[in-house]
């Protein structure tokens, strides 16, 4: 095991700001269960296809699953590696991956479960069930705190092996949700990181699972490519011989690569809102899918004057989204009424929504005794976020805060957090929709006592922080459905009133598609690609 990441380790296998803002394309099966799925060598379209994606953010990040954030190594993840349980990439619901079954009692406080006959590694090994526990140990692991922990640690007592292909997780208290939370946790083979250097080599690309397709080749700044595993044996077999996953952040060539007649590429995400009806022109299917992502201000409350909480009101009162949606986002955005978006189960309207209202924002200002306000602005260079900033900046000198902008890249933007703790406000991208959909793991990816975001706003060990990780706590382990939403909205109210790490606006990304090639393709409201279910298109 690793020590405890630093933040420079963190920002390398994650990169969690600006990767995390795409929405993309996930593939459905055309006909029958995910069991039926025939193979490349069969009924994938007779020759067996050989798919190109086109991906609109970096691949310099880390494939180990129990650390990365990064978009592009998520999705690739997806493919390589399994879970006891995985998730449909659309419906989030849960089905056996190397698991034989999902649980028979999800009230109960310990789940057994049987691995999957002739599972294998990509290097013939057998999975067995020390590599279950192997995994959930480093997961769990109070030194090592992995990116994941804080989905796990709160409910899981420990992973067991009761035989070679048996194990069982023992629980703190029931908890259901944990069906879809297996998911996030990919089985690691034992023998192969359980050697000394391995996390850093998957910090680099090393990735070795059981899943569909084995990673055949990775390089950073350009590709990664993916080949069929034969001897996969589980739920959904690979339709594609070979995937070529290009990374293009630039937006011009990333649209070449999907249109005109001798394009290279079936996929293509991260679509900017200008090329869309260009593709539509050239034949593509152009869809979005709405979700947690989103654009968010974090103040520094360690810096007045941002220490109080009438200035953070205040700045978010004067913002205007409708502009900001109208000019920014060419309609593809949605003011924000919570934390949570709209589509989420767990949304309602918080007692604080930040309506644009700049008469408001200066009476908070004077009221907190705040005048000739500069703020430095710090951001990331997402290509959809920058044609925000303006809006903001123009809100903001608006109400008397002389606002300078400083985009750049993620890494900069750490390393300046780090180096200088006296920066005052960030706003960035993010979308917790990668891990899950229910709303205390999207809080706990932002808001957690030790967790990344809240020690940048130095905001973690305050009265107010105390309170808001208590009630979550709380919420966490309460059993009954409409008492655990009650303690839910009571925390996303505190959120809101608090306003130290808050959406600005939730945004709808696209992804395009050649029907003629690819069948059953679906938008999904998270980064990556999902080509677990994909065929070819019928010749």
């Not at 089905?95 to 406080?109: E, G, I, Q």
């Not at 060539?253 to 007649?261: E, F, K, N, T, Y």
């Not at 409350?301 to 109208?326: C, K, M, S």
């Not at 996303?492 to 009133?497: C, P, R, T, V």
Request: include cysteine; charge should be negative.
């Amino acid at each position: 095991m690793q020590h405890r990441p630093d933040r420079r380790a963190f920002l390398r296998i994650t990169g969690a700001l600006a990767a995390a803002g795409a929405v993309t394309a996930g593939l459905g099966a055309c006909t029958g269960p995910p069991s039926t799925i025939g193979t490349w060598g069969d009924d994938a379209g007779g020759e067996g296809m050989d798919l190109t994606v086109v991906i609109g953010y970096g691949n310099d990040q880390s494939w180990d699953p129990t650390q990365t954030a990064s978009a592009f190594a998520m999705a690739g993840i997806q493919h390589v590696y399994e879970g006891l349980l995985d998730t449909d990439p659309v419906t989030r619901e849960p089905y056996p991956a190397l698991a034989t079954a999902l649980p028979a009692d999800r009230n109960a406080t310990t789940w057994e479960f049987t691995l999957r006959e002739g599972a294998t590694w990509h290097d013939g090994e057998p999975v067995t069930a020390d590599d279950v526990v192997f995994t959930y140990r480093r997961i769990l692991d109070p030194e090592v705190r992995p990116l994941t922990r804080s989905f796990f640690a709160t409910w899981l007592r420990e992973a067991r092996a009761t035989g070679d292909r048996s194990v069982a997780l023992d629980f703190h208290f029931p908890f259901p949700e944990a069906a879809a939370r297996l998911g996030i946790a990919k089985i690691l083979p034992r023998h192969v990181f359980s050697r000394e250097g391995a996390w850093e080599q998957a910090s680099g690309g090393l990735a070795v699972g059981s899943g569909p397709y084995r990673l055949a080749s990775h390089q950073p700044k350009s590709n990664s490519t993916f080949e069929a595993y034969d001897a996969y044996n589980g739920p959904r077999p690979p339709a594609f011989r070979t995937m070529n996953w290009l990374t293009i952040v630039d937006a011009a060539p990333r649209l070449a690569m999907v249109s005109g007649d001798s394009a290279d590429a079936q996929i293509a995400e991260n679509i900017p809102y200008a090329g869309a009806e260009r593709l539509r022109d050239d034949g593509l299917e152009v869809r979005g899918g709405a979700g947690m992502n989103h654009a968010f201000v974090m103040f520094n409350t360690g810096n007045p004057p941002f220490d109080d909480v009438r200035v953070r009101q205040a700045l978010l009162y004067a913002i205007d989204t409708d502009q900001l949606i109208e000019v920014g986002l060419r309609g593809f955005g949605r003011a924000p009424t919570s934390f949570l978006d709209e589509g989420n189960p767990a949304h309602a309207p918080a007692a604080t929504v930040y309506t644009y209202d700049p008469e408001r924002a200066r009476a908070l200002l004077d009221a907190a005794g705040v005048s000739d306000l500069s703020v430095t602005l710090m951001s990331v260079n997402a290509s959809w976020l920058m044609d925000c900033l303006p809006t903001i900046k123009e809100s903001w000198d608006a109400v008397g805060v002389s606002t300078t902008l400083e985009p750049q890249e993620t890494s900069a933007l750490f390393s300046k957090m780090d180096q200088n703790q006296g920066y005052q406000a960030v706003v960035a991208v993010s979308n917790p929709n990668q891990f899950g959909l229910d709303a205390d793991l999207i809080m706990r990816y932002n808001y957690t006592a030790d967790g990344l975001w809240m020690r940048y706003a130095r905001w973690h060990d305050s009265e107010e922080a105390a309170g808001l990780f208590a009630l979550m706590d709380r919420a966490t382990r309460e059993s009954d459905p409409d008492r655990k939403l009650e303690l839910t909205h009571q925390y996303l109210d505190i959120i809101a009133e608090q306003a130290v790490l808050y959406p600005v606006v939730h945004n709808e990304l696209l992804t395009a598609w050649n029907p003629d090639r690819v069948t059953g393709v679906r938008a999904l409201a998270y980064p990556g690609v999902n080509v677990l279910q994909a065929r070819a298109a019928a010749s």
